[in-house]
């Protein structure tokens, strides 16, 4: 089974604090994203990787930062907190770079700031 | 051009009922429409998909049916469980996307 495991379930942080946001894949997939998930706006694209050291924005990149130095592991980096990034957030993976690939969801990070 | 409007919002339906959730899309060159799940307290999961050569694909309760002319695709969850209850995605990609665009989910609940 496709594991995706996001270092904390809940975590709660000041404004202006420096977030770290960590995600492992155990299935040696090539791509992984990042995603926040708001009531009514449904999944929405931070970033993506497919590759080591690789990185594209998605939707809404803006106070956001990615880092991806080993394949299995994806961090998404908030440089200032603000609370209006107080939100779910979903990393994932896929095997392939096929956007028809499976995405495997991690459970999330609850993330509130204050 | 990217977008994909899914509804209702939130859905109620009694055990052994259908639940019916829409959705539609507007840039044509989407091909890929997968439906995802999630239960509380975990990230989605894949459901079920299809890709518009055919108009119905079904897994077990599970049917998702795909209009085409409509730009519009619907999943049908025949004899609602509760074990059902979850949230559920539509999505959509194809053509020159680089990503998978989500609807904005539907909160299901299934009552006894």
Same mark, same amino acid.
């Given at each position: 089974d496709v594991k995706v495991t996001q270092s904390s379930r809940y975590l709660v942080k000041r404004t202006g604090e420096k977030v770290f946001l960590e995600c492992v894949q155990?299935?040696?997939?090539e791509n992984m994203f990042w995603y926040r998930q708001d009531p009514g706006l449904g999944l929405r694209l931070i970033y993506f990787s497919y590759d080591v050291k690789m990185k594209e924005k998605g939707d809404i990149p803006e106070g956001y930062s990615v880092s991806r130095e080993k394949k299995e592991r994806f961090s998404l980096i908030l440089e200032s907190a603000s609370t209006n990034q107080t939100s779910m957030y979903l990393c994932a993976s896929s $095997?392939?770079?096929? $956007?028809?690939d499976t995405q495997y969801f991690g459970p999330g990070t609850r993330l509130t700031v204050l | 051009q990217q977008q994909v409007k899914q509804s209702p919002q939130s859905l109620i339906v009694q055990k052994g009922g259908i639940s019916i959730i829409n959705c539609a899309y507007e840039?044509?060159?989407?091909?890929y429409f997968p439906w995802y799940q999630q239960f509380p307290g975990k990230g989605p999961a894949l459901l079920i998909a299809i890709r518009p050569d055919v108009s119905e694909k079904k897994e077990g309760r599970f049917t998702i049916s795909f209009n085409k002319s409509a730009k519009q695709f619907s999943l049908h969850i025949m004899d609602s469980q509760p074990g059902d209850s979850a949230t559920y995605f539509c999505a959509a990609t194809g053509g020159t996307a680089s990503k998978l665009t989500f609807g904005t989910g539907t909160r299901l609940q299934v009552t006894l």
């Open positions: 155990d299935m040696d997939h $095997l392939d770079r096929y $956007l028809t | 840039n044509t060159a989407f091909d």
